[in-house]
């Protein structure tokens, strides 16, 4: 399984920026997918996640910004980041599990500047 993302970049506080991350399987296999991120110095944190029935789960410093979304017939995991703040900057990994593993993809760095 591969996980690639994409779509990160440098942004001034309030812009937006969509996350792309595209799967080498269908992603109906997964029981979970989702986001996390890492800051500098920082733990791996959960951003968002989307489970194989549509359940969202935000962490609370994104509810309202951010939006995860899916598109099963693309195998694409998509991450809408809107009214971006400097504490959003981050490397973003894609995860996902199913019922044998978990699995991260190479992240996207995400750079907001006040």
């Known amino acids: 399984v591969q996980l690639q993302a994409s779509g990160g970049g440098s942004v001034q506080a309030g812009g937006r920026l969509t996350l792309s991350c595209a799967a080498s399987?269908?992603?109906?296999?997964?029981?979970?997918i989702g986001w996390y991120r890492q800051a500098p110095e920082s733990q791996r944190e959960l951003v968002a996640t989307?489970?194989?029935?549509?359940?969202?789960n935000y962490a609370d410093s994104v509810k309202g910004r951010f939006t995860i979304s899916r598109d099963k017939a693309e195998n694409t995991l998509y991450l809408q980041m809107n009214s971006l703040k400097p504490e959003d900057t981050a490397v973003y990994h894609c995860?996902?599990?199913?019922?044998?593993?978990?699995?991260w993809g190479e992240g996207t760095q995400v750079t907001v500047s006040s």
């Open positions: 399987v269908n992603i109906r296999n997964f029981n979970d």
């Open positions: 989307i489970t194989d029935d549509g359940t969202t």
């Open positions: 995860h996902a599990e199913d019922s044998w593993a978990d699995y």
